[in-house]
C-alpha cells in the first residue's frame, strides 16, 4: 500500500492529504489527527518521522494480548507516538511514559497532552533509583545512550527502577512494559530485577548491542530464571510470562 494510502486510511481523506503533502515538502510540523481528537508535533530534518512509521505503519507494538491491561510502562518514549497508540488501543490503561531527552519529552508532553491517561515522566530506566546523564547528545533524536553518576548536577536527569514503579503505583503486576532504552537494558536486567520481573505480564525489548556491547547477555540470563516465551516481531523481543 502506498504511503498516501496508508495515511488516509489512519487519518481520513482531508488529514492523510494534507500529513503526506507535508512528507513531500519536508517541512512536517503539526499533524492533524482528527480521528484522534488530537494533533501532534513532528520535527523536520529529524528521526521523528521513523518513529511515526515504526509505530502505525509498521505496527510494531500491534501484539497480541489475552488480557486487559491497567498499567503500561512506556520506557525510552521519545516523542510519544507508542504512547499515543497505547493510548488509543488501551483507553483504560495508565502509561507512564519515561523520556530521558529533555528536548523530546517536552515533544512527548505536547503530543500526548489530550490523552488523559497517558504520564510523561522525565526519567531513564535503570536498576536503581539514582541520576543519569547523556553521553551521546549529538547521535540524534532517537539514541539517546546514558550512564549513571553520583549526583546529581546540569543536565542530569533521574533514574527510576521498574521496582521503583512497582512500589509508586501501588500495584502488583506490570502489565506491558517497553523498553526502548538504546542500551540502558544491558543495566535494567544485570541486577534488581527479581522484584518486578516476575511480576510483569509483557515484556517488550529492543536490544542495542551494538551501542552497548552485552545488552543481549544481559535480558537472557535475567529472564531465563523466569517461564517466559519469546517470539520476535520487527526489532523487538517479544516475552510473555507463562504465570500470569
Known sequence: ?????????????????????????????EIRASKWNTSFRLRPKSTDFDTYEHVFVLNQYDIAVNFEPKIIIDGGANIGMSA???????????????????????????????????????????NESGYLKIVNEGAGENAFMVERVDSPMAGTIPAISLHDVLQEENVEVLDIVKLDIEG????????????????????????????????SKSLFNAITKYDFNCETKWENLIFYNRNL
Open 84 to 126: 499515543i497508540y497505547y493510548a488509543l488501543r488501551y483507553p483504560n490503561a495508565k502509561i507512564i511514559s519515561l523520556e530521558v531527552s529533555q528536548e523530546n519529552f517536552e515533544l512527548l508532553k505536547y503530543n500526548t497532552r489530550d490523552f488523559k491517561n497517558v504520564r510523561p515522566v522525565c526519567k531513564g530506566v535503570w
Open 184 to 215: 540502558a537494558e544491558k543495566m535494567v536486567f544485570a541486577s534488581n530485577y527479581e522484584a518486578w520481573l516476575p511480576k510483569t505480564r509483557l515484556l517488550i525489548v529492543e536490544l542495542h548491542d551494538r551501542m552497548q556491547p552485552g545488552s
Open 1 to 29: 500500500m502506498s504511503r498516501l494510502k496508508k495515511m488516509i486510511r489512519l487519518f481520513g481523506f482531508s488529514d492523510g492529504l494534507a500529513f503526506y503533502r507535508k512528507t513531500k515538502s519536508g517541512k512536517m510540523g
